[in-house]
């Protein structure tokens, strides 16, 4: 389905320039809440686990194109997390340190259900039609609501997204839907920032493909 | 879409930049981070009580184990004591030559003539020369027992003008005149 309306959605959305929040990575805060979650305090991880929830279900979601099983990989993280909390020795901060986890666990969860996986609709979020700085963004140019079939869009994202390999997959979620540094994803990956440019290139190479009517 | 140009290639990565930044908005609900936190809780309370089975056989264990009365430091010196053993065992069983399964050339013997081992003390050429020594012997000790009592009284000290026994005579000097009238006019 090749709407007219779906190839202007990137005029629509011109205007999505404004930098990606910062991610309130306080990692003095981080540190505190650390500390005295290793010295037996829950609420404290509590904390941790209500402060990295959105930001790892972005994660989780975006890799594995299925909110089902975000939810369910994000337990196994926190959990994982609380295990091994006392092991954390602060070498590095702890987003950097949750987002491994995170990764790690995300990949190998891929590996186990292959690459047969195929994008339903129902694994389509369909809330963000309501979200209102989605409706505020995507109607900035042009002044209509549904200039732009957002479940289409939405849709042919997430099928893009799959298509892409895992690891650039990750590096795509990272840098351009969560809006980490190359520093950053390289910390959390453990590679190179090279290696994390030259997947970024390539990934984005493969969306233009991917995505060629929108692009336009 | 190959570009000839890269601003356009350039425009199209910051156009693939802004869709996938459209991702971001896919968040979970507001309640879904406490309904998490909730399920979260319900989960490590069952890991609890899984582990807590698991601790609690650990721990008769090791209560039985401490009830056998087995002194620690008894116990570090038996084991430091079979280390010992089994290190000393390894080192001679290194030392210990192995039967090499390799077939090697059996060594040629050579025949060496046949020495008999025997005192040769015993035989009667050898004992000539230490009978020969021992008579020389005896008869030097022999002829300086007879010659010692004669030397002891007749011994006298020699003249200094004796045979054989020169006394220094100091260098000669050609005199001087002077030393010369000296000698000649003794009386003055």
Known sequence: ?216 | MNHQNPKDAMSDFENIQRLMRLKRFEQPGEGFTEQFLKEFHQRQRSEMLQQSSLHLMWERTATWWNNLLVPKWSLATAAAAVCVMSVWLLKNEKTTPTISTVDTPVPTIIEKPFIPKMDLSELPMANTADRNNKAVEESLLRKHLEIRPVLEGKIQPLPASAEGFQAPIPEKKNPTAQQRKSVEVPGK
């Open chain 1, 1 to 216: 389905m090749q709407d007219s309306s779906l190839s202007t959605s990137v005029a629509a959305i011109a205007s999505l320039n404004e930098p990606i929040p910062a991610l309130s990575t306080s990692a003095a805060e981080d540190r505190i809440l650390v500390e005295r979650a290793q010295g037996g305090d829950t609420r404290a991880f509590d904390d941790l686990v209500r402060k990295y929830t959105p930001k790892l279900y972005g994660l989780v979601y975006n890799m594995t194109s299925n909110r089902e099983d975000a939810a369910d990989l994000l337990q196994d993280v926190f959990a994982k997390a609380y295990r091994s909390i006392k092991r954390f020795m602060g070498k590095s901060s702890f987003y950097t340190w949750i987002y491994s986890i995170a990764v790690n666990m995300t990949l190998n969860f891929l590996k186990k259900r292959g690459r047969h996986h195929k994008v339903s609709l129902d694994d389509v979020d369909t809330g963000i039609e309501n979200d209102p700085e989605f409706i505020r963004v995507t109607t900035a140019n042009t002044g209509t609501l549904r200039e732009v079939n957002i479940h289409e869009l939405q849709k042919k994202l997430n099928a893009a997204m799959m298509k892409l390999s895992e690891d650039h997959r990750t590096v795509v979620t990272l840098y351009d839907v969560q809006g980490h540094q190359h520093a950053e994803i390289s910390k959390i990956l453990g590679v190179s920032e090279g290696t994390v440019r030259s997947r970024l290139f390539y990934a984005h190479r493969l969306l233009q493909t991917y995505l060629e009517d929108f692009v336009k």
